[in-house]
């Protein structure tokens, strides 16, 4: 079969490699569709993977066509990436995010950018009627923005500030407006980015280089602060105002991975002590038997609660792999969701 193998920091090679064998208890799927993810950034052109060569890719979904149970055959499905011990006390209490030794398709094992992938038949989230491929290759974000929106907290008539107009951000804007947040401030950067999420019906989206954030987070609660501000971009300045813009008694949901150090002043600290503020951290989503995300957003897909199409800005198919990673990597042009898609 084709693949997208990485074989080193900046060595990315569209090539042959043999098909996987499936295993007991696992699936055979054909992919139909896998993003790339902001993190498959580093981790191709600066950080690597945990060894080489490894197929990336951890956001896809495909079909069903080889299964120790034959009814699985022909079933679309999406795949939880991370693989859990099963033996540590987070794997216990079904809280697999916090595993500490889990395996992870895409970065510590083979990933999805090929035509086929043999998987673990407990991690298949399988796809309700009505719920397209590239749809459900966008569950694991989707999944991962719904685990960071439950922390925040924020919900009917309340307001929430998301800093970070990125795909996961705005899939976290989705959530909010679904569970009737009134007032959903989207914080980007660019201007692009502002227009985007204003097509997407966020009104409330404001480039901080140029508007005044906190003049519009104090005029639309009457200068009580926002119920819930969740930040999306790992940097230590966006992490700061959304301590600052959260109401007393609020809740900051730390999302974004970091760049870099972490740092804050010791009058934004005060205001943690000072307003009482209760900091969250979120990573990656619940995929158990009480608790799962999974379930929850591809129920969402279906009822149209949420629509992922319009965050897909991009296709590619594996061959033009160059171009799809080059135009993330030199952020040539604005984009949301960078997907490959299959015949």
Same mark, same amino acid.
């Given at each position: 079969?084709?693949?997208?193998?990485?074989?080193?920091?900046?060595?990315?090679?569209?090539?042959?490699?043999?098909?996987?064998?499936?295993?007991?208890?696992?699936?055979?799927?054909?992919?139909?569709?896998?993003?790339?993810?902001?993190?498959?950034?580093?981790?191709?052109?600066?950080?690597?993977?945990?060894?080489?060569?490894?197929?990336?890719?951890?956001?896809?979904?495909?079909?069903?066509?080889?299964?120790?149970?034959?009814?699985?055959?022909?079933?679309?499905?999406?795949?939880?990436?991370?693989?859990?011990?099963?033996?540590?006390?987070?794997?216990?209490?079904?809280?697999?995010?916090?595993?500490?030794?889990?395996?992870?398709?895409?970065?510590?094992?083979?990933?999805?950018?090929?035509?086929?992938?043999?998987?673990?038949?407990?991690?298949?989230?399988?796809?309700?009627?009505?719920?397209?491929?590239?749809?459900?290759?966008?569950?694991?974000?989707?999944?991962?923005?719904?685990? +960071?929106?439950?922390? &925040?907290? #924020?919900?009917? $008539? %309340?307001? =929430?500030?998301?800093? *970070?107009?990125?795909?996961? !951000?705005?899939?976290?804007?989705?959530?909010?407006?679904?569970?009737?947040?009134?007032?959903?401030?989207?914080?980007?950067?660019?201007?692009?980015?502002?227009?985007?999420?204003?097509?997407?019906?966020?009104?409330?989206?404001?480039?901080?280089?140029?508007?005044?954030?906190?003049?519009?987070?104090?005029?639309?609660?009457?200068?009580?602060?926002?119920?819930?501000?969740?930040?999306?971009?790992?940097?230590?300045?966006?992490? +700061?105002?959304?301590? &600052?813009? #959260?109401?007393? $008694? %609020?809740? =900051?949901?730390?999302? *974004?991975?970091?760049?870099? !150090?972490?740092?804050?002043?010791?009058?934004?600290?005060?205001?943690?002590?000072?307003?009482?503020?209760?900091?969250?951290?979120?990573?990656?989503?619940?995929?158990?038997?009480?608790?799962?995300?999974?379930?929850?957003?591809?129920?969402?897909?279906?009822?149209?609660?949420?629509?992922?199409?319009?965050?897909?800005?991009?296709?590619?198919?594996?061959?033009?792999?160059?171009?799809?990673?080059?135009?993330?990597?030199?952020?040539?042009?604005?984009?949301?969701?960078?997907?490959?898609?299959?015949?």
């Amino acid at each position: 079969m084709m693949a997208l193998n990485l074989h080193g920091v900046g060595d990315l090679r569209y090539e042959e490699v043999s098909c996987p064998e499936r295993k007991p208890g696992e699936v055979l799927l054909k992919i139909k569709a896998v993003g790339i993810c902001g993190s498959d950034i580093p981790r191709v052109f600066t950080k690597g993977t945990y060894h080489f060569p490894t197929i990336i890719g951890h956001e896809f979904a495909g079909e069903i066509v080889e299964a120790d149970d034959s009814a699985l055959v022909g079933s679309g499905a999406s795949v939880f990436p991370l693989l859990p011990c099963g033996h540590c006390e987070a794997c216990k209490q079904e809280q697999y995010a916090r595993c500490s030794d889990y395996d992870y398709y895409g970065s510590r094992r083979d990933g999805a950018m090929a035509e086929y992938l043999a998987v673990k038949q407990e991690n298949l989230c399988l796809l309700p009627e009505g719920v397209s491929y590239e749809e459900a290759a966008m569950s694991e974000p989707t999944a991962v923005a719904l685990h +960071a929106f439950r922390k &925040s907290g #924020a919900g009917q $008539g %309340g307001t =929430v500030l998301i800093y *970070g107009v990125g795909t996961i !951000g705005l899939i976290t804007a989705q959530w909010a407006r679904s569970a009737g947040v009134k007032n959903i401030i989207l914080a980007a950067r660019t201007d692009d980015k502002v227009d985007f999420a204003k097509k997407l019906g966020f009104s409330l989206a404001v480039n901080v280089k140029r508007d005044a954030l906190s003049k519009l987070v104090g005029e639309i609660t009457d200068g009580q602060g926002a119920d819930a501000c969740i930040e999306g971009t790992g940097e230590s300045e966006p992490w +700061a105002e959304c301590i &600052s813009l #959260a109401k007393a $008694g %609020g809740r =900051v949901v730390c999302m *974004g991975n970091p760049l870099g !150090g972490m740092s804050l002043s010791q009058d934004n600290y005060w205001k943690i002590l000072r307003k009482e503020l209760t900091l969250a951290g979120t990573w990656n989503s619940s995929f158990g038997s009480m608790e799962n995300d999974w379930r929850e957003a591809v129920a969402a897909m279906q009822d149209r609660r949420l629509d992922l199409k319009s965050l897909i800005t991009h296709r590619f198919s594996l061959a033009e792999h160059q171009d799809a990673f080059s135009l993330m990597h030199e952020r040539r042009e604005m984009y949301c969701k960078v997907m490959f898609v299959m015949d």
